[in-house]
């Protein structure tokens, strides 16, 4: 308690409290001005966004393979073998969602798909899987990377002892009390906002799951006590300490995970989801560029706003706390190293799920005979996942 900035800590406690008290005595106000904040944000700054968005993948792969990309990060050891690193990244990225999206995104995209396909035809199909990797892809995880590398070289190489946003952005915004506040208070915002839009698709998945299987009402009850268990286990895990604690845990977790999505590859329709990752792949590579800068300003159909815009504001709640944790773990490894596990084993790792539960919902939809679409209409996505 003695290193709290008490300061800057109870503001944001406050402000969460007030947010959170007058949505919950004003939820349908509450969402309707949130949509049009979003709206307003995605009409005048999305094309800011995703021009933004593109260049930093272009700068960070320029820094990785440039001069700079072979400064060490301390002089000690590295902490973790080179599999605990990358999955350590990549489970601090994703979580429940990924399965959620990676069956939900691919039926939406087969309704409204983008670029001018018609619904559930063969070449909106063919975008389907595509522009699910495309947005878990390596624009996503650039974006997540972006902050660790000067958080890891103040705290590593510059031996700063404080890693608050604003002390970082004083060499550009100055030492403002009032700006200094203002910045770190919008970063613990929006670290609390996303992690609060992911823990809510988490809970409503595992709680509609467990609620089918066991046969009960998917009540409040049922989803406060998941949310307890969620709670307890973190707590337990950090009691543990770091080590032994969040390096095992992702270490099973990703093993746990790579088993049963080949199990699911196996059991359901191998050959066409190996096939229809290889031509994802393709039409990815091949309109890469376009999909990262379509805007729509012509038809307006709305897809870059609630898709892909969507997508990278998210990421970029969130790249405050994913470029602590990337530093946490980085100490003795070179820029480059963490700019290529980054980028590689985040991108690498949600293709590889997307491609099985995308892929198997596509075939599911498409050639299965099974109505994806109408469990989705029926009983909302946690059901038809």
């Known amino acids: 308690?003695?290193?709290?900035?008490?300061?800057?800590?109870?503001?944001?406690?406050?402000?969460?409290?007030?947010?959170?008290?007058?949505?919950?005595?004003?939820?349908?106000?509450s969402q309707a001005m949130a949509g049009q904040a979003m709206a307003w944000?995605?009409?005048?700054?999305?094309?800011?966004?995703?021009?933004a968005s593109l260049a930093l993948v272009g700068f960070l792969l320029w820094l990785a393979f440039s001069k700079h990309g072979q400064i060490r990060l301390g002089d000690e050891k590295t902490e973790y073998s080179n599999f605990s690193y990358g999955g350590m990244i990549f489970t601090a990225g994703v979580g429940a969602s990924l399965i959620y999206w990676a069956i939900g995104e691919p039926m939406y995209y087969l309704q409204s798909p983008p670029l001018f396909a018609e619904a559930n035809s063969y070449p909106a199909a063919a975008w389907a899987v595509t522009y699910s990797?495309?947005?878990w892809g390596i624009t996503g995880w650039a974006i997540y990377c972006f902050p660790a590398i000067p958080f890891a070289y103040a705290f590593y190489v510059q031996k700063r002892r404080t890693l608050k946003v604003s002390s970082l952005c004083s060499s550009v915004v100055g030492n403002h009390p009032l700006v200094s506040k203002s910045i770190d208070l919008l970063s613990i915002f929006g670290t609390l906002a996303a992690f609060a839009s992911s823990l809510a698709l988490t809970v409503t998945l595992v709680s509609t799951g467990v609620a089918d299987l066991l046969a009960i009402n998917n009540s409040l009850g049922l989803q406060g006590t998941i949310i307890a268990l969620f709670v307890s286990s973190l707590v337990a895990?950090?009691?543990?300490?770091?080590?032994?604690?969040?390096?095992?845990?992702?270490?099973?977790?990703?093993?746990?995970?790579?088993?049963?999505?080949?199990?699911?590859?196996?059991?359901?329709?191998?050959a066409f989801i190996v096939n229809n990752f290889t031509d994802s792949l393709g039409v990815m590579l091949d309109s890469?560029?376009?999909?990262?800068?379509?805007?729509?300003?012509?038809?307006?159909?709305?897809?870059?706003?609630?898709?892909?815009?969507?997508?990278?504001?998210?990421?970029?709640?969130?790249?405050?706390?994913?470029?602590?944790?990337?530093?946490?773990?980085?100490?003795?490894?070179?820029?480059?190293?963490?700019?290529?596990?980054?980028?590689?084993?985040?991108?690498?790792?949600c293709a590889f799920f997307i491609s099985i539960f995308g892929g198997y919902a596509v075939w599911a939809q498409m050639l299965g005979g099974l109505p994806v679409q109408a469990w989705m209409a029926e009983g909302g996505l946690t059901y038809a996942v």
């Open 1 to 29: 308690m003695k290193n709290l900035n008490y300061g800057l800590a109870f503001p944001a406690i406050i402000l969460v409290l007030v947010l959170l008290t007058v949505s919950a005595l004003y939820p349908a106000s």
């Open 41 to 51: 944000v995605s009409h005048w700054f999305g094309w800011l966004v995703q021009l």
């Open 133 to 135: 990797i495309f947005h």
């Open 237 to 270: 895990v950090m009691l543990v300490g770091f080590n032994q604690g969040i390096n095992q845990i992702s270490n099973w977790t990703v093993t746990l995970a790579i088993v049963f999505a080949l199990f699911v590859l196996l059991v359901t329709q191998p």
């Open 288 to 349: 890469f560029f376009r999909m990262s800068l379509w805007t729509d300003p012509v038809q307006q159909s709305g897809f870059a706003e609630g898709w892909t815009q969507y997508y990278w504001f998210w990421y970029y709640a969130y790249l405050i706390m994913m470029g602590l944790f990337i530093t946490r773990i980085s100490r003795g490894r070179t820029i480059q190293e963490v700019i290529l596990y980054t980028l590689s084993m985040g991108a690498l790792g």
